[in-house]
T-cell receptor, first 115, second 113 residues
């Protein structure tokens, strides 16, 4: 079946502009995650959605970052007033939302470059 | 100290070699560990997971956790060029945060034909 899809695959923007990154999880997966992967920091947790529960936003690096998940499916990560340090690969993952062993399946990522 | 530390390499080996990839972790309470493989320009994919200590084998891959030294390892036997990728170790959070994965920075492996 189809895996996690993300769009766009690449995004180049100018400093100060807003960007929106989209994630389509695997059908039937109730849990959705956003991670950021950068050269210096590795793969870092950003935010977690599970069903109708309040999201865990503890990994968002600043209030310029926000995410929403509409209808329990598609998610959008928004970065306002982008800075050069926001340049990274943004990865989305989804899972069945099981307690205990719950495999996260990752999408291919969106490569963001802020000039 | 970071929760999970990983030697970034890079590591280059000839085809057929045994590869050893290693991570250390900071808290002996951690119990659930994973190895992910990430090919260039792709998302990570789960390779193996282990719970608590001991070994787990899957084909050419063996994952090992040594709780006494807080060390996790991935061994690849008879390595193939198709194994060339970045390998990421990760630990699962505990309690109410068991969904949260913390990753090492990854080791880039190249297997030369």
């Amino acid at each position: 079946g189809a895996g996690v899809s993300q769009s766009p695959s690449n995004k180049v923007t100018e400093k100060g502009k807003d960007v929106e990154l989209r994630c389509d999880p695997i059908s039937g997966h109730t849990a959705l995650y956003w991670y950021r992967q950068s050269l210096g920091q590795g793969l870092e947790f950003l935010i977690y959605f599970q069903g109708n529960s309040a999201p865990d936003k503890s990994g968002l690096p600043s209030d310029r970052f926000s995410a929403e998940r509409t209808g329990g499916s598609v998610s959008t990560l928004t970065i306002q007033r982008t800075q050069q340090e926001d340049s990274a690969v943004y990865l989305c993952a989804s899972s069945l939302g099981l307690v205990g062993a719950d495999t996260q399946y990752f999408g291919p990522g969106t490569r963001l470059t802020v000039l | 100290q970071k929760e999970v530390e990983q030697d970034p390499g890079p590591l280059s080996v000839p085809e057929g070699a045994i590869v050893s990839l290693n991570c250390t972790y900071s808290n002996s309470a951690f119990q659930y560990f994973m190895w992910y493989r990430q090919y260039s320009r792709k998302g990570p994919e789960l390779l193996m997971y282990t719970y608590s200590s001991g070994n787990k084998e899957d084909g050419r891959f063996t994952a090992q956790v040594d709780k006494s030294s807080k060390y996790i390892s991935l061994f690849i036997r008879d390595s193939q060029p198709s194994d060339s990728a970045t390998y990421l170790c990760a630990k699962r959070g505990s309690g109410g945060s068991n969904y949260k994965l913390t990753f090492g920075k990854g080791t880039l492996l190249t297997v030369n034909p």
